[in-house]
């Protein structure tokens, strides 16, 4: 059973660039969400999907667009990266009983 | 606005020895409050969380955490830690109606001294 799986693991940008980070979920939940962890922060939302074909923004959207491609899959990307936007993003989906699981993380570097 | 503060960045326990991990929040009613753990370059996994009802509530790994209204707290304890139990706790208080959209302390590195 894989839950939340993540792709990439690892990225290097320069500024300017475009990348789009993957995340799935097969545990058939309806909600979810991108976040970003930097150091001495927590987690911050990005943006977050109540369903499939609904996206709203979260705390910091600025700088992102995402996809909920189907009720498996909800894509985040990155139009023009700026070194701002250097962080651990994570993909997670929650269960009608609040429980957020996590993908492992994806560490994007922009130069 | 609603916050969550975790005092204490880092804190060193001896194995073997108890744990309290300290969470504050500030938000108007009473939250529904949790507990993530992390380990080094994993993502996050519940340890628990309080809805209602019984103010103790008890989790994966031998962690507990108690809520009091009074306090506005919700701490996060385990009366015997092992060198496993090294890693990074967030408290996390959902904001009502909000489609289980949660506001997260910065966290608490736990270091456990053999």
């Known amino acids: 059973n894989a839950g939340v799986t993540q792709t990439p693991k690892f990225q290097v940008l320069k500024t300017g660039q475009s990348m789009t980070l993957q995340c799935a979920q097969d545990?058939?939940?309806?909600?979810m969400y991108w976040y970003r962890q930097d150091p001495g922060m927590g987690l911050r939302l990005i943006y977050y999907?109540?369903?499939?074909?609904?996206?709203d923004k979260g705390e910091v959207p600025n700088g992102y667009n995402v996809s909920r491609l189907n009720k498996r899959e909800f894509s985040l990307r990155l139009e023009s990266a700026a070194p701002s936007q250097t962080s651990v993003y994570f993909c997670?989906?929650?269960?009608?009983?609040?429980?957020?699981?996590f993908g492992s993380g994806t560490q994007l570097s922009v130069l | 606005a609603q916050s969550v503060t975790q005092p204490d960045i880092h804190i060193t326990v001896s194995e073997g020895a108890s744990l309290e991990l300290r969470c504050n929040y500030s938000?108007?009613?009473?939250?529904?409050l949790f507990w993530y753990v992390q380990s080094p370059g994993q993502g996050l996994q519940l340890l628990l969380k309080?809805?209602?009802?019984d103010t103790l509530v008890q989790g994966i790994k031998g962690f507990e955490a108690e809520f009091k209204r009074s306090q506005s707290s919700f701490n996060l304890r385990k009366p015997s830690v092992h060198w496993s139990d090294a890693a990074e706790y967030f408290c996390?208080?959902?904001?009502?109606?909000?489609?289980?959209?949660?506001?997260w302390g910065a966290g608490t590195k736990l270091i456990i001294k053999p």
């Open positions: 545990m058939n939940h309806n909600s």
């Open positions: 997670a989906s929650s269960d009608p009983g609040r429980r957020l699981f």
């Open positions: 996390a208080v959902e904001i009502m109606d909000s489609n289980y959209q949660l506001i």
């Open positions: 999907s109540a369903s499939e074909g609904t996206t």
């Open positions: 938000y108007g009613a009473t939250p529904y």
């Open positions: 309080y809805f209602s009802g």
